[in-house]
C-alpha cells in the first residue's frame, strides 16, 4: 500500500502562484511513476502532470494548457512530488489530487492507470 498526502493548496489571485506538494509512504518512492489530477466542480476528473519512477532519467508529461505554467518534479530523498504552478487562471481552480502507481518505465496520464491517490487539496484562483 500507498498512501498520499496532499498540501500546499489555497486561495491566490489570478497570475499567482502556489507550490503543490505530495508526500509518499509505504513503498520505494523511487519506482512509483506519480502524477496529479485535477477535479472542479461538476467535472470529470482530468489529468494535470506526470513523472516516470527514477530510473534512467525521468520524464514529464502534461496537459496542453498548463504547459509552460505548471512543472512537475520529485525529490526521493523527501519521497514528495511537487507541482510548481504558475501564472495561474481562474480555470485552474480545482480540487487537486496526486497519485501513484508501481511501474519502473514511463508516464502515466489516465486516472485508471494509478492505483493510489491523495485526498485532494483545494485550488481557488480568483479574477
Known amino acids: 500500500q500507498v498512501q498520499l498526502v496532499e498540501s500546499g493548496g489555497g486561495l491566490v489571485q489570478a497570475g499567482g502562484s502556489l507550490r503543490l506538494s505530495c508526500a509518499a509512504s509505504?513503498?520505494?518512492?523511487?519506482?512509483?511513476?506519480m502524477g496529479w489530477f485535477r477535479q472542479a466542480p461538476g467535472k470529470e476528473r482530468e489529468f494535470v502532470a506526470a513523472?516516470?519512477?527514477?530510473?534512467?532519467?525521468?520524464?514529464?508529461y502534461y496537459k496542453d494548457s498548463v504547459k509552460g505554467r505548471f512543472t512537475i518534479s520529485r525529490d526521493n530523498a523527501k519521497n514528495t512530488v511537487y507541482l510548481q504552478m504558475n501564472t495561474l487562471k481562474p480555470e485552474d481552480t480545482a480540487v487537486y489530487y496526486c497519485?501513484?502507481?508501481?511501474?519502473?518505465?514511463?508516464?502515466?496520464?489516465?486516472?485508471?492507470?494509478?492505483?493510489?491517490w491523495g485526498q485532494g487539496t483545494q485550488v481557488t484562483v480568483s479574477s
Open positions: 497519485a501513484a502507481d508501481s511501474r519502473l518505465y514511463g508516464v502515466v496520464i489516465t486516472t485508471t492507470g494509478y492505483a493510489y
Open positions: 509505504g513503498r520505494t518512492f523511487s519506482t512509483l511513476a
Open positions: 513523472i516516470s519512477a527514477t530510473g534512467i532519467g525521468s520524464s514529464t
